[in-house]
């Protein structure tokens, strides 16, 4: 099992960046392929980007490809999302999430179904 911690979020204006990081407890952090989710005021919740175990494959949503980047550190337990360029409609809650995989079983998943592990969130807020 793992517990996930946000941080980072806050208001920033449009053009401007963030630095998200989600630390993980527990002494099996490199067995979790990580992702971020968001989720917008009177939205679903939505796949933003996610990273393997040793961090070599990422996935990012349509929407942020070129302005966010996802990165993991396994010997501190942690995920980042830079975040430039943001724009208005980055505004949401951001979550952290952890998938539980084998090494060389299945792949990145980018549904929230497919994350057994999520932290509590912290919130965006873009101005424009």
């Known amino acids: 099992q793992v517990q996930l911690v946000e941080s980072g979020g806050g208001l920033v204006q449009a053009g401007g960046s963030l630095r998200l990081s989600c630390a993980a407890s527990?002494?099996?952090?490199?067995?979790?392929?990580m992702g971020w989710f968001r989720q917008a005021p009177g939205k679903e919740r939505e796949f933003v980007s996610a990273i393997d175990h040793s961090g070599g494959n990422t996935n990012y949503a349509d929407s942020v490809k070129g302005r966010f980047t996802i990165s993991r550190d396994n010997a501190k337990n942690t995920v980042y999302l830079q975040m430039n360029s943001l724009e208005a409609e980055d505004t949401g809650v951001y979550y952290c999430a952890a998938d539980w995989k084998p090494l060389g079983v299945g792949s990145i998943s980018l549904t929230g179904a497919g994350y057994e592990y999520w932290g509590q969130g912290t919130q965006v807020t873009v101005s424009s």
């Open positions: 527990g002494r099996t952090f490199s067995m979790y392929i």
